[in-house]
């Protein structure tokens, strides 16, 4: 038997993460702009103590902190793999929560890219659907996919290159 080599490998695409960090900073930024105003305004209420509010942007802090490490490991976690005989989807669903999947090339059905919207034209990432033949007739949906029209030529000349 051959050994199996990968074709191509891909994460999410960088604006997916860039949105997603773009997120928690906003997150992280909005509730100390809002607690700096009503300190300046005077609209706190009394027992409201420069260490409470220190404290509670420090736990805050932590809590973006940790926002911040889940949007990194998830993108950097989450890899499709093609080899010349699967697709595999890693998938880093929460810090302790991994999905690994594979999907025999021969067994494919279809497989569909789509862009839609005037941003992913623009930046060309989009959606990538496999429907798969066999006991389950398994549907999985790629979204964020860089080039999503390059991968499924990518999987459509591995699936050619079987005899069916």
Known sequence: MTQETIVYSFRKHWFILTASLATVAFSFIMPILLLQYAITTQMLPVALTPAIANFAIVVWTIIIWSA?????????????????????????????????????????????????????????????????????????????????????????????????
């Open 68 to 164: 911040l490490f889940l949007v990194w490991t998830q993108y950097y976690l989450n890899l499709w793999l093609i080899t010349d005989r699967r697709i595999v989807s890693m998938e880093q669903r929460a810090f302790f929560d991994r999905r690994v999947v594979s999907w025999e090339i021969v067994n494919l059905q279809e497989v569909i890219a789509s862009e839609s919207g005037i941003l992913q034209h623009l930046l060309h990432f989009g959606t990538l659907e496999i429907s798969t033949a066999g006991n389950n007739d398994a549907n999985e949906h790629f979204t964020g996919i860089p080039h999503p029209e390059y991968v499924r030529g990518i999987i459509v000349a591995q699936g050619s290159n079987f005899d069916r």
